[in-house]
């Protein structure tokens, strides 16, 4: 980084992840100057009042080649013509990233056309999108994959091919993967390196194939004959389950079908893990096999194993639905000197008491807070 941070950046795209990257950049001072640009004229508006830009366009031009840095944030389906718009006004000298969600076909297609091109994906988002909803701390601590491939510039690093065996013999100019990674870094990410076809059939798994079976069960809910009734019956369970339906559709349609391939293998493992599982329904022994399985596999989630993130330790509870509940939960964990390293509502019922995820930094503070809350009269799980 210069002594400007990144210099003059432009950010292409002002969704949900571009506006938070612009706003991250604007945040902690790493641009000279911020550039956006959006064919949606509303979505430019509401950049310029979130100070997501200090420029900002509905067309490209001449301008980019000012830019030191751009970022492609539009939908996956856009970014080759957008690359190829963008592609006559580079400076040889600038960097340029993608964060679509699906990088195998957008780094070959996007590597030939811009300079120093990286295909990357952050992985983290929410079900609302848009601009107004843009906040840097969605990238806070977050996973964010970098797609090296046998062209990309890299030192000190391995460069993957399709198979994800190292690439030998790249040049070394350049370190282009690493001053992405600084990039990243900046915005407080950390950066993950992987094949760019790995990547997609692993974020097949746990992201696409997750929302796809999402919108399944909603459209088997609504073509139900007693849709009305499971509808009043469904409880925080199936909301909790089918959350990631209620994202943009477009957005989310251009991510699964770009990814069709791997969405396919994908489904067609699963479809054989719910026939093996069909199977057990006459065998409780099984059954509760797999079952148990699949819980220790859950339980995994929330303590997050990798090496880059801090392990966090959780404390399940439930409060009462009423104002100023959350204040006094926090309340009586910092009078016991606890830190709250991370919190979550899980909504189980619309009406009474919510159940509520507080994570904390050790196993020590895991057990005061358990054995504080309850003294306090909370039901702790």
Known sequence: MGESGFGRVGVFGMGLVGGSIARGLRDRG???????????????????????????????GPWVAELDWGVLAAPVRVLEGLAAAIAPFARPGSRWLDVGSVKGPVVRALGPLLP?????????????????????????????????????????????????????????EVDTVNIVSSFIEALGAHPFLIDPDVHDRLVARISHVPYFLAVALNLWLARDPERDRLLFLAAGGFRDLTRVASGAPEMSRDMVLANAPAVREALADLSGVLASLADTLDDPTAFLAQATEAKRTRDLLP???????????????????????LARLTTVLGEANINIRDIEILKVRDTGGEAIRVGVGSADDQTRAREV???????VR
């Open 30 to 60: 790493l641009v000279s100057e911020l550039h956006a640009y959006d064919p949606d004229p509303g979505a430019l508006e509401a950049a310029t009042a979130l100070g997501a830009a200090d420029v900002a366009h509905a067309t490209i």
């Open 116 to 172: 120093n091109f990286v295909g990357t994906h952050p992985m983290a988002g929410r079900e609302t999108p848009g601009v107004q909803h843009a906040d840097p701390a969605l990238l806070q601590s977050a996973v964010w994959c970098v797609t090296p491939t046998a062209s990309t510039d890299v030192r000190g690093q391995p460069a993957f091919g399709v198979r994800g065996e190292p690439t030998p013999g790249l040049r070394e």
């Open 303 to 325: 303590i997050v194993r990798r090496s880059m993130l801090p392990r966090v330790y959780d404390v399940i509870l439930t409060i009462p639905d009423r104002p100023l509940a």
């Open 373 to 379: 809350l309850a003294a306090s009269g909370y039901r």
